[in-house]
């Protein structure tokens, strides 16, 4: 890097001397508030709520995800605060159900609610956050007229979607296989010359190199290319080509079962035996999908993981096919992994599963945003004041965290739920006859700390995955060409993968089409303290996050990617020009499937014993699967629905 970054390079995550010309008024208005103010507080400073016509969260850069004022209000109720129910300024407003959480699970619990029982329902959705969509959120950039995705990135396992899931994509007019036929570049890539490439790092591997086609045009080939030492370079070419029974001995069965029980680092160190260098080699490879790194991720499901993301690479041979082959399971794949959607990747919107949660919202509350295709959702702007009228039938109240949910009466015999949030520092109270909490479920004891001992101890022990994709939005990406490398693999920098955006172009949406035109950089980091069981690693992974400040984010990407891209003539004092930096500390849910895990029976498993419904409520989200995925939230959205119709109308 040529200059030291200081606070004056970035407000709020926009550059400022570099891009300031570039700014539309948002971004401007934006800069005025100071350095780093959270959106809350952003709107707040500027007397702007969620009924205003100014509030636009996505359009705000900077820590976004679980952003400042997300959090504290839960924060303390986990740590003993209480908010007296009957001090809770009653709004007096009574709802046939109230849904707590507002992602794509808790939308679609609405959104079924009301096909079930008819247009006049009256539903409230409550969400802590600034915007709704939970995971499911959009960044803007529209200083480059660009759009990313913070969170859920694509519609995985498409065919293998429920009929009710399904159903409810096709009503809202989602056809993701237009993605593959019509919307997604496939030639993009190959005309810029754009490959997979993996990043060394000097302090690991002894010297900085971006090398890019990733076993290709041979492994041998790929490996001479690396700074990896000669034995190790060996080893990973034996790894990856030979087809050897690791296990001998064994039935495929009994193999899967003891690589269920073994780490992938201890598969590699003590059956491949290979040198430790090619161990770091594989650090971080499948990181983004499980939270952890292989130190503490099964082996069976860091094999069968790498031969699936072969579409990450490429569609060669990917990482571990050889072994999978040599110990007779290639056929395997992780459980809970989608299938039969070889091509997965590119059922992708340009904000991600946003456009979802943006449609649901469009669909649940006539007038908030334009249109009524899934092309022209892409660049509509939702009017945010127009989610929580009095004159509506269903309502989407952001800042708001649920403390208390609560039958009046006992759960058998109630008729109604009184649900208290906590919005602006100060309590409210709302009725349901029927309450869905489609929130993160380890928050669910506290919130209803009458449920069964068993039934809270179960919700409480899930460690959701903390992640962070950050976005950078360069003002050109020449060097990505000339570094010919479009996704990166960075198996010991403080990213482990760094990718331009998917080309999708759609509706009035244009992908960038040259070099000379701005891209957003996705960027995935997966903070966790190897050497501690996998649980107690995400544990720690999320306390890092809540302490870590946006500008160190900066610092890193700057630093990373001058790294990376400063041989192909990147400069990151000219090149980057805004960043959001999506911070998820409750990212993916729970697996239930770490080494040490037990081998729970199906009905026992935790997220089973967990979602059980409780006189009056219900419990959704993915987390209730047990499966951080988009048809796992709709599936729970649409059981928690059939739960609560079975009961009475208050
Ligand atoms: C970084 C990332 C990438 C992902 N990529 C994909 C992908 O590509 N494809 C895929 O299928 N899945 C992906 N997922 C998984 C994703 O979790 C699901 O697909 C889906 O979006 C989850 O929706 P949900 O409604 O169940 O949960 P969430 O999106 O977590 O929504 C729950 C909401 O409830 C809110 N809440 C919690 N407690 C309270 C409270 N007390 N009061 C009010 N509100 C509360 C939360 O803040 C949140 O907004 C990804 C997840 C992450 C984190």
Known sequence: MKTPMTRKDFLNGIAFAAGSTLLKPFDLFAQESGPDPSAREYFLSKGITQSDPGYYPPALTGMRGSHPGSFETAHALRDGKRWKTAGASDTGEHYDLVVVGGGISGLAAAYFYRQAHGAGVKILV?????????????????????????????????????????????????????????YYDHEFRKQHGLKHAVFFDKETFGADALVNDVGLPTWEQFAARTPLAPRARADLVRFQTQEVDYLPGLTPEEKSKRLLKMSFQRFLQEHVKVDQQVIEFFRTFVSGGFGVQIDAIPALLALTSGQFLNTYWDGQQGPTGAALTGMGLSGAAFPGAPQGQERFVYYHFPDGNASIARMLVRSLIPGSAPGSTMEDIVTANIDYSRLDQPASNIRVRLNSTAVQVQHLGLPTHAREVQVTYVRDGKPCAVRGATCILACYNMIIPYLCPQLPQKQKEALALGAKVPLVYANAQLRQWTSLQKAGAAMMYCPNSYFSEVYMDFPVSMGGYHYTRSPDQPVVLHMVRVPCQPGIPARQQRRAGRVQLYTTPFETFEQQIREQLGR????????????????????????????????????????????????????????????????????????????AVQEVSRRQPA
């Not at 803007?140 to 009710?164: A, K």
């Not at 994509?169 to 056809?175: E, Q, R, W």
């Not at 041989?567 to 697996?591: L, Q």
């Open 126 to 182: 409550l969400d802590n956050h600034d915007d709704f969509g939970g995971h499911a959120k959009r960044n803007e950039f529209r200083s480059g007229g660009l759009i990313g995705y913070g969170g859920t990135q694509e519609i995985e396992g498409w065919p293998n979607w429920s009929p009710q899931a399904k159903g409810l994509l096709h009503d809202l007019g989602i056809d993701p296989e237009r993605f593959e036929k019509v």
């Open 564 to 639: 990376m891209l400063g041989p192909s003539g990147f400069d990151p004092d000219r090149d980057i020009e805004a960043i959001t930096v999506n911070r998820w500390p409750h990212g993916y849910a729970d697996f239930f499937r770490d080494i040490d895990d037990p081998d729970w029976p199906p009905d026992q498993r935790p997220n089973v014993v967990g979602r059980q419904p409780f006189g009056r409520i219900s419990i959704a989200n993915s987390d209730a699967a047990a499966s951080a995925q988009t048809q796992a939230a709709i599936d729970e959205a649409y059981r």
